[in-house]
């Protein structure tokens, strides 16, 4: 059994009522009637969609609504006098009454869908805001040189904003058909509102790109604090294998035992040693220091913060 609303004084009602513009909301397909084959070939593809999309049939458009990672999905067929919804998750139901509680002026079916998606946007721009925040929030950490960010949660905006995308363009496309001037049932108060639709699409569309771009920059940032950390231990490695080789040449040397060698028999011999590699360990630190060789990442990122 489906639920109704009607449209009275320019406002959505609860409840059917005879001669007035209709909507209902039906959860199966199976349980609706009057439906044309080509309204059901077009609500067929609601299981499948990957995106929003409108078609034009004969009594008005049919069309499907998908959400971002498909989280929720409903079909809607559109004429002159009813709006039909099917939708298994009531996520219209939630939309619908939220309109009527607020009193949204609606005058007709292109209206009430208008409405519908509407208030199915409203949570949109606070969305966009709170994934700009975290990837703020990933920048502070990451210039921290904190490299143990939480990925999973970077990758998980990242594919919203990517879904996001891809949702707007497809209501953006589905807004345009509705508005197009073969549908002579759109009033023109209906489309002053389809058009408001339109430019909030368009504002979210500019937003999400900004935050798309910084979602990037953000990404960027990442890569590099992680090639910087891998080129800070390799040129560890590299002093560290720099210091050693000369005192590996000196023990090597020694190492030889040729008779008549110097120091060998020398009681000072090893103390002169141990002085001559200590002496080579300094002059080359030194020299690495002066040369800024010694001069990590980690470390330059501290001093340009203290001043």
Known sequence: MGKFWHIE???LAPGPQDGAVEVEMSCDISSVSELAPEHRSVLAQLKHAAIPFAERVASGVVGVIVAPAGAWRFGFVLSAHRLLLVDGHEVCMAALNRAVDNKVSVSGSAGALCAVLRELLRDHPTELSLAHEDFELFEDQILEGNVSIDR???MDDTRKLLGLDTFYQGMSDLVEEILEEELSFVTSA???HLRALERQLSRLSVRLESVQDYSLQVHSLYQDSIDIRQNNVMQWLTVVATIAMPLTFITGWYGMNFPHMGLINNPWGYPIVIVLCLVV???EIIFFRRNGWLS????Q??????R
């Open 152 to 154: 999973g949660k970077m």
């Open 281 to 283: 360990i300094i002059g």
């Open 296 to 299: 990590f990442g980690g470390a």
């Open 9 to 11: 004084n320019g406002h």
């Open 301 to 306: 990122h501290k001093r340009n913060k203290r």
């Open 190 to 192: 209906e489309r002053a």
